[in-house]
């Protein structure tokens, strides 16, 4: 079918049909002075058709026709030549493209009805330009180097730093290495026959900043082979002010109140003895009974611990008051669960479950296990996961205005400390509560959604604030936009695109004290990493791509044969014409 008429080069059209008419008013001028009455008026027509017929000859008309087969094929970074060479071969009349990240395949892609994808494939961000387009993904094999990373980029002094991931094709004997800002060696493994093994490495910092530590890959002998930066923000750590409620004393509150105690941190215990009468217990802290919980009391602890059956039985107004401060102040709680919890409504214990007959799960990053209650958490909007192991959540939080509400699926987790895992149960039970922690004296809470910022490439970020009419300014003083989600008043998302590698800055304008670092990198920092996490992710994204070609129309050339058979014909007429004449 046949839409509309177009041209190869319209961009000179105007100038084209300004040269046409001039050189037709000249000829017309021409037959006019010397004219012959009998052959004028069809010289003039042959001139207009044969000038017409050179414009478009110089123009190159195309028409507007509905396709269904036109195949492309886009080269992505690191493709296999073999591959390339052999999908050109088996598909005539394919398009090849190269994917290039600062330049738009849009009006490419847009002719196309289905398109190969091979090498390490396209980024995230641009996912969406492939919405309505049939998607045949060929990955590359994963490179060698690190494939999977998990650290503590984020903590306080005294804590440790956590590395653990898995290593592809490693030179046997080499050595990777935990380096810190100094280049001193923290920890290190050697690699032996194993082709793909999994290391965990970990490292105590003496001082508080920000600093970009190193994992390197050193042969025997000492020589560099690789390195990437490892960025670590410490904090000096601030001890919390704790509030744990309980029913009755029971064995996993008195090792976690042991656990926060011995952390330095301010923890007050409640546990109800009989109707209206408690017992109290104190740690690093004077001791002041807690009985009724107003505004004024919640508003003094970062963190309340309460098992379900007490903070579902509260009664109504008390319940909001908690909800208030959650959300309002970013008070942070963690419910402990029962059976009780998993059989409330969803719209009474902020989370919904699934029965899923599991009773037992390996932590993350561990090889402990622990007896869990036969629920997993199911998808909802607002709970984020904080713990996975064997590929379940087994601890999640609500994200509530500034606060959070957190609980798990895990039982008796004291059973680590038993079994002499301490440093297991440290870990577990510092990710949780680190997660939904009040953020003290922070009118912003920011969260940084790119997992690996690069220079001159979008870098995610989210931000909860309840402050009206602010802006943020990154660390040249220029403004960054940013969008209010609907459904979340005081969420607010924003896209930058960093130009400097190293630490970067944002902060709301006029207020160093909401200060959020983080750190862009170079675009050789994390290679094989990257490419290994684009392959996972496309072949996630284009796993159950539409398999059915869709109709798009394209603009066909013209075949120019019968302009040259009319400017021929044309010319040779307007030349033979005055002959005939003379010889007349």
Known sequence: MINRFSFVHNDVLIPVLIAGLVLFAIFFYKEWVTRNRRNFVLNAVVAFVTIAALVLLVLEPTKEVEVDDQKGLLLTDGFDEQQNDSLVSLNKGIKVLNYDSGKSIRNELDSLTSIYVIGQGIPSYDFSLFNDLSVDYIPKENPSGINRLSYTNHINLGEKVEIVGSYNQPIKGAFLVFEDSGGNGLDSIQFGENGNPDFSLSGSPKTSGTYVYQLTVKDSTGVLLDGNPLPIEIKEKKPLRVLILNNFPTFETKYLKNFLAEEGHEVIVRSQLTKGKFKFEY????????????????????????????????????????????????????????????????????????????????????????????YDFDEQFLVQPILKGDGLTIAAYKQMGLGRVATTTISNSYQLLLNGSDEAYKNCWTQILDAIIKKNNMAVEWKAVSHIPIVDAPFDFNLYTNLKGFSIVNENGGLVATVQKPMISNKYSGIIYPKKKGWNTLEIESDSTSQFSYYVYDDVNWKSLRTTESIAANQKRFKNTLNKNRTVTNDRPISPISFYILFLIGIGWLWLSPKLITDK
């Not at 009664?315 to 970013?330: C, D, Q, V």
């Not at 409330?344 to 007959?357: C, G, M, P, T, V």
């Open 283 to 374: 740690f690093n802290t004077s001791s002041s009974p807690v009985y009724e919980l107003t505004d004024a009391v919640l508003n003094q602890f970062d963190l309340i611990i309460s098992d379900a059956d007490t903070y579902f039985n509260f009664s109504a107004s008390l319940k909001n008051r908690f909800e208030k401060n959650i959300r309002e102040s970013g008070l942070g709680v963690f419910i402990q669960p029962s059976e009780f919890l998993f059989n409330l409504r969803e719209s009474s214990s902020y989370f919904k479950f699934k029965r899923d007959a599991i009773d037992e799960v390996q932590l993350p990053n561990s090889s402990n296990s622990l007896e869990k209650y036969p």
